[in-house]
């Protein structure tokens, strides 16, 4: 399968990496690649630069978000929140249209110092708002509510442990599930909460996500509905 | 332990009728404990009167909130949300001083038609509200996260599961989690978030557990953090 995964961050490092051990053909999209491959400073958190990971991996292509989305059979939103309407912009209504988007993004505001507020929030979602602006993408949202190396190596938390998906498109979802499966979790770890509008809910889950983070003092948990 | 809860609906009595059941001494605070004796009519979800519940449970007293919580040595908020900072300014500043609170509301508003949506919300917390109204309150935010059911009877749900504290006053916590483990929930159940902010994650739970229930069709399930 052809993948595009808009965002050159951690999540989108780490989610191309998965897919093309899983022998899938991944394009990484940014707003300006040469700009992306010119930064050789590792980020605020220490994370080395894009291009020195590109180098680890050479199956990835680096394109605009239009031409990743272009090319795709799948486009996964791994961008930060607050950009990804203008990401999804970038990649192109048409380069969306009749798609799986996968939404893994949430929408945290850091402007305001710590801790990150979300906008949207309770009434509305960053899914929906997506769906919104982009009608004929088959949006499904699904593992923003864990850090990325669990998203896609679940057994690195111990037991079971649950993934959401949100969604309007049956079919759509069932394809996600799929690939969800194939990264390793059980179909009986995924739970469909139903239409896009329940992306409001583990959207909403990101506050105690972080308290846990800070309570815990490492990321390798997850959300687990036990009894479901 | 003389125990106040505020509030006569399903939660207070499923509360009160376990504390009663662990050889407390427990009055249920109302506004008017009159009115709430000469209602006679099920509520809307088909639950009994508050006055035939109390026939089943001739231990517990029926008071005004304000006597309930003098006579107390805890308080548990179990009022609606949208209620609970004027039932509590009923209870009286003097009453409550000193005291544990435990804060089990969710402050949901049914206004605008379901689902509920939280207010406030995101930057604020129905338990940070209530601790700055009353600074002498040793408020513990706990338990919001489950029906009133596996609240008080957490074998109900099988396997692990999880049950967050959040407050500023440590020593408040340990005594709300003592209460939690002579409630049935094992001492590694309980995560303790962090301040009394660290309630706003909780709070903003419920939007995925309303939508857990209607996907799932029962109320019998919890959180748990996996890898905690």
Redesign the interface.
């Known amino acids: 399968m052809r993948y595009a995964v808009l965002g050159t961050g951690v999540v989108g490092r780490t989610l191309a990496t998965r897919l093309v051990f899983l022998g899938h053909e991944v394009s990484i999209g940014t707003r300006d690649p040469e700009a992306t491959l010119a930064r050789t400073e590792p980020d605020g958190y220490g994370n080395p630069s894009y291009a020195v990971w590109q180098d680890s991996q050479p199956a990835v292509t680096l394109a605009t978000f239009a031409d990743a989305a272009a090319g795709a059979e799948v486009v996964v939103n791994a961008t930060s929140g607050g950009a990804s309407l203008a990401a999804l912009a970038e990649a192109g209504e048409d380069n969306l249209a009749g798609k799986l988007l996968v939404d893994i993004a949430n929408p945290l505001d850091f402007s305001r110092g710590m801790p990150p507020?979300?906008d949207p929030?309770?009434?509305d979602s960053l899914a929906e708002q997506i769906q919104r602006a982009f009608p004929a993408a088959k949006v499904v949202k699904t593992l923003n509510t864990m850090n990325a190396a669990v998203m896609v190596e679940p057994s690195?938390?111990?037991?079971?442990?649950t993934v959401?998906v949100s969604g309007d498109d049956a079919q759509a979802k069932e394809q996600a599930t799929a690939l969800l499966v194939e990264m390793g979790w059980p179909r009986t770890s995924v739970?469909?909460?139903?239409d896009i509008t329940?992306a409001?809910?583990?959207e909403?889950?990101l506050?105690?996500?972080?308290?846990?983070w800070?309570?815990?003092g490492h990321a390798?948990?997850?959300?687990?509905?036990?009894?479901?």
């Open positions: 507020t979300l929030v309770n009434t690195r938390v111990a037991g079971e442990h959401f739970i469909d909460l139903g329940s409001r809910g583990t909403m889950l506050p105690i996500w972080l308290r846990l800070g309570a815990l390798d948990y997850n959300f687990h509905i036990q009894g479901a």
